[in-house]
């Protein structure tokens, strides 16, 4: 059973840098993608920003292009995502997901970890 773990929110004023983990546990676990979500309190999860394993290729939402860098360490099997200039509307919990399914969705996902961004 992969199991996905991520590390890094916390409490930051608007302006502020965070820089979240994701890396599996368990078994061996290679993906061809992985991702960050985000869920806002009384919103549905959103697409923030993914990575392709093998080419490095990003995408991201336009809310986080030019403050939120995602990048990998192969030899870690660890995705991060670099989060800077943060505005309040960033706060959420943020999701890891790996391994997309030919629905458009992720096969795993981690338990989330929140991020709140003070004005």
């Known amino acids: 059973q992969v199991q996905l773990v991520e590390s890094g929110g916390g409490l930051v004023q608007s302006g502020d840098s965070l820089r979240l983990s994701c890396a599996p546990s368990?078994?061996?676990?290679?993906?061809?993608?992985m991702a960050w979500f985000r869920q806002a309190p009384g919103k549905e999860r959103e697409f923030v920003a993914a990575?392709?394993?093998?080419?490095?290729?990003?995408y991201y939402t336009d809310s986080v292009k030019g403050r939120f860098t995602i990048s990998r360490d192969n030899a870690k099997n660890t995705v991060y995502l670099q989060m800077n200039t943060l505005k309040p509307e960033d706060t959420a919990v943020y999701y890891c997901?790996?391994?997309?399914?030919?629905?458009?969705?992720?096969?795993?996902w981690g338990q989330g970890t929140q991020v709140t961004v003070s004005s």
């Open positions: 997901a790996a391994d997309p399914n030919p629905n458009g969705g992720y096969d795993y």
């Open positions: 368990g078994r061996t676990f290679t993906s061809r993608a």
């Open positions: 990575i392709s394993w093998t080419s490095g290729s990003t």
